[in-house]
């Protein structure tokens, strides 16, 4: 082989290796490689009681949290239903989702909600999703309202009844959802509190039946599947269909009926946090990069400039990250 030839190839072994070291770079140097980061490290974090970190008295507004003993923090709107239901007044819940909403708008739902991040992930599973028409998008988006409106009336009436000494019938009326309503059907809670102790308690019995005849182990499994409870059956289709919905429809269940993202973008607007779009920056005609990746179908380039907080906006960053001419930046307040 000529010297010739074999610097040619090393010349291009050198512009392969820059390429991939470039390319690195810029996967790392992403917000979204960031995001991930502190996902997965909060995922782990509202878990440390495994680690042996004890519980916090810190409500946050996000979901998943109630209901399961391994939790180191609690969620706002749980425990806003759970001081109705003891007809105490939820402030420190109110006062959580106001003081996270007022500095971080809905950067939570972006950043720290566990069931955000499952979402998150289930978007992976299919290259191309579902095309959601603004039309549409927009009325469903009003479905979150009605469900966080049913939950506050629900949790409102009951406790004024009690406290007025008249809501006996009324609780009972209510059943299991009077102590929490949101909750008792959460995909969220059935994802992250059900199925776990499910799992837990199915594992114990396999385990002390293992050694005994194949038949008694089939019959213990089949006797608990038929002992299921109707609720526990509606709990499960629910979080079944959202799953799947998630992995059709980018957040699907943030965009169109979480009572937690309802609540956190009512007062979304009033939030320090938002973004700018540099109007010289954004220049590329055609371009809508920004729109296109953006979650939660917010228009950016209908929205006024100088600063905006929209109510669906989570505070991902996939518009900063994706933007080219780095035209639209965080800004705070
Ligand atoms: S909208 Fe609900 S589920 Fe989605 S991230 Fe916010 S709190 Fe979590
Ligand atoms: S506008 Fe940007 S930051 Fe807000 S949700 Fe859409 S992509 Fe994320």
């Known amino acids: 082989?000529?010297?010739e030839k074999i610097e040619k190839i090393a010349?291009?072994?050198?512009?392969?290796?820059?390429?991939?070291?470039?390319?690195?770079?810029?996967?790392?140097?992403?917000?979204?490689?960031?995001?991930?980061?502190?996902?997965?490290?909060?995922?782990?974090?509202?878990?440390?009681?495994?680690?042996?970190?004890?519980?916090?008295p810190i409500l946050l507004p996000i979901i998943g949290l109630l209901g399961t003993p391994s939790k180191t923090v609690g969620d706002a709107l749980g425990a806003l239903q759970l001081m109705l239901f003891e007809v105490t007044f939820p402030w420190l819940a109110l006062a959580s989702i106001f003081v996270a909403a007022v500095f971080l708008g809905r950067a939570f739902c972006g950043w720290a909600c566990p069931f955000g991040f499952i979402q998150d992930l289930l978007t992976y599973v299919k290259k191309r999703h579902m095309e959601?028409?603004?039309?549409?998008?927009?009325?469903?988006?009003?479905?979150?309202?009605?469900?966080?409106?049913?939950?506050?009336?629900?949790?409102?009436?009951?406790?004024?009844?009690l406290?007025?000494?008249?809501?006996?019938?009324?609780?009972?009326?209510?059943?299991?959802?009077?102590?929490?309503?949101?909750?008792?059907?959460?995909?969220?809670?059935?994802?992250f509190a059900v199925i776990p102790r499910i799992a837990i308690d199915?594992?114990?019995?396999?385990?002390?039946?293992?050694?005994?005849?194949?038949?008694?182990i089939?019959?213990?499994?089949?006797?608990?599947?038929?002992?299921?409870?109707?609720?526990?059956?509606?709990?499960?289709?629910i979080m079944g269909f959202i799953i799947g919905l998630a992995v059709y429809v980018p957040r699907g269940w943030c965009r169109y009926l979480c009572p937690q993202g309802a609540f956190s973008a009512l007062l979304n607007r009033f939030s320090f946090l938002g973004l700018r779009r540099d109007p010289v920056r954004c220049t590329r005609a055609g371009c809508r990069d920004c729109v296109q990746v953006c979650p939660t179908l917010v228009p950016i380039l209908e929205l006024p400039w100088e600063k905006f907080t929209h109510p669906e906006c989570i505070y991902c960053l996939k518009c900063v990250d994706v933007c080219s001419t780095k035209a639209i930046k965080p800004k705070f307040p």
């Not at 199915?202 to 293992?210: D, K, P």
Request: hydrophobic share 50%; aromatic share 6%; charged share 20%.
């Open 1 to 3: 082989m000529g010297e």
């Open 11 to 56: 010349r291009s072994e050198e512009r392969a290796n820059a390429d991939s070291a470039a390319r690195i770079k810029k996967v790392v140097l992403r917000i979204e490689t960031l995001r991930k980061i502190v996902q997965v490290s909060l995922f782990a974090l509202f878990n440390a009681v495994v680690f042996g970190v004890g519980s916090r």
């Open 132 to 161: 959601i028409t603004p039309r549409t998008h927009r009325t469903m988006v009003k479905a979150k309202y009605v469900v966080l409106a049913v939950i506050l009336f629900v949790s409102g009436t009951l406790a004024v009844s």
């Open 163 to 191: 406290a007025a000494g008249a809501g006996e019938s009324y609780k009972r009326a209510l059943g299991v959802f009077a102590q929490a309503p949101f909750n008792t059907i959460s995909p969220a809670d059935t994802l």
């Open 202 to 216: 199915l594992r114990f019995g396999i385990a002390q039946l293992l050694g005994g005849p194949a038949e008694e």
């Open 218 to 237: 089939y019959a213990s499994i089949g006797s608990t599947i038929t002992s299921l409870q109707p609720l526990l059956l509606v709990r499960l289709l």
